[in-house]
């Protein structure tokens, strides 16, 4: 089966280098799913797992926003940040999403209550990949 070269990105630089036969991505337009020689296109990234699958094997990969980037032969994601599923810390980010429900709890503010909101959806996601790989 035909492969696609994968390039994730952060501005603490690169996190993955890889290939896959299918990468499946979050939009802000919701999921989408790339093969080898898909048409050129640029989509926002959510806050969600990354996906690529190469043969029978499913790599995860928690992205938080960005954009993603399609050309024939390759994909890029410029993150804000990724982690590998093997890189994720759990204790780290179950803390994480523990402070982050209890700053919605008490928290009265709208902009710092979406803050809250954010910081929680992205320690799930974090969770949700490390628990991927055990799988």
């Keep these: 089966m035909k492969t696609i070269k994968v390039n994730i990105v952060t501005p603490d630089g690169p996190v993955c280098e890889t290939e896959a036969n299918v990468v499946i991505a979050v939009t802000e337009a919701g999921e989408i799913g790339i093969l080898p020689g898909h048409i050129a296109m640029v989509a926002p990234l959510q806050i969600g797992a990354l996906r690529l699958k190469k043969d029978d094997a499913t790599e995860h990969i928690a992205v938080h926003g960005g954009f993603l980037e399609v050309r024939p032969d390759v994909v890029t994601v410029l993150a804000q940040s990724a982690e590998m599923a093997s890189s994720i810390d759990i ?21 710092n209550y979406k803050l809250a909101e954010l910081e929680l959806k992205r320690a799930i996601t974090r969770i949700n990949v490390y628990e991927t790989r055990k799988k």
Aim: zero cysteines; proline letters at 0%; aromatic letters at 0%.
């Design 91 to 111: 204790a780290r980010a179950q803390a994480a999403a523990k402070r982050a429900e209890d700053a919605l709890s008490a928290e009265k503010d709208e902009s």
